[in-house]
């Protein structure tokens, strides 16, 4: 199993402003995703970070409103920028499980805009 | 179009009675189907993982069944507790990628006493 510490837990921004949002896991991961999570909604994937190379943005986000960093293998940041009311939302980043399968979460930061 | 479904209305359930939540998909061929149980203000925690080759699995007062034919998983909780109240996930690992999971928008369980 993976214990994830995620910061912070909430937040409310003005709009235009950016939030960094930051995942510490307690191992080495290769991978670790980051996640959007309306109200009544599922999990929707941002992206996911790999340790030395770019992250690879799904369909919908782009780099320049979600940039991520990973400088190692136990850490990533998550910022989103130039924010809007639309941007209210839960985010969360996680990472697979030892077996490759199962997926452990942080405990989320939840973003409100105004 | 490709989507996982479960019942956006809570499901109210008698303590001490069993709760059974559905979990239907279209169009996905799993190699996995996993359920998880978050809490308020909380990330998703995983529960179980079946196999697309498997039919039943149980943990504890805990019981996933998986129906490739009817694209249908059953997850039941026996002897429920107010403690299971909470809001519970499926997500299924597509055949065809090898690490995203694919979410159900998930429904919400309360346990009454």
């Known amino acids: 199993s993976a214990v994830i510490s995620q910061k912070p837990s909430r937040d409310i921004c003005q709009r235009g402003t950016s939030l960094t949002i930051q995942c510490q896991v307690d191992?080495?991961?290769?991978?670790m995703f980051w996640y959007r999570q309306q109200p009544g909604q599922s999990l929707t994937l941002i992206a996911t970070?790999?340790?030395?190379?770019?992250?690879?943005?799904e369909s919908g986000f782009v780099i320049d409103k979600f940039p991520i960093s990973r400088p190692n293998l136990t850490f990533s940041t998550l910022t989103v920028s130039n924010m809007s009311p639309e941007d209210s939302s839960i985010y969360l980043c996680?990472?697979?499980?030892?077996?490759?399968?199962?997926?452990?979460f942080g405990q989320g930061t939840r973003l409100t805009v105004v | 179009s490709q989507k996982i479904e479960q019942n956006s209305e809570a499901l109210n359930i008698q303590e001490g009675k069993t709760a059974t939540l559905t979990c239907n998909y279209t169009?996905?061929?799993?190699?996995?189907l996993q359920w998880y149980r978050q809490d308020p203000g909380r990330g998703p925690v995983f529960l179980l993982l079946?196999?697309?080759n498997e039919k039943e699995k149980r943990k504890e007062r805990l019981k996933v069944t998986f129906d490739t034919t009817l694209k249908q998983s059953l997850f039941h909780i026996t002897a429920s507790q107010p403690a299971d109240s909470a809001t519970y996930l499926c997500a299924l690992n597509p055949m065809d990628s090898n690490y995203q999971l694919i979410w159900g928008a998930g429904t919400k369980l309360i346990i009454k006493p």
């Open positions: 970070a790999n340790q030395g190379s770019e992250a690879t943005y």
């Open positions: 169009n996905y061929s799993p190699a996995y």
């Open positions: 191992s080495q991961v290769t991978m």
């Open positions: 079946i196999r697309e």
């Open positions: 996680s990472v697979d499980g030892d077996r490759g399968t199962e997926a452990f």
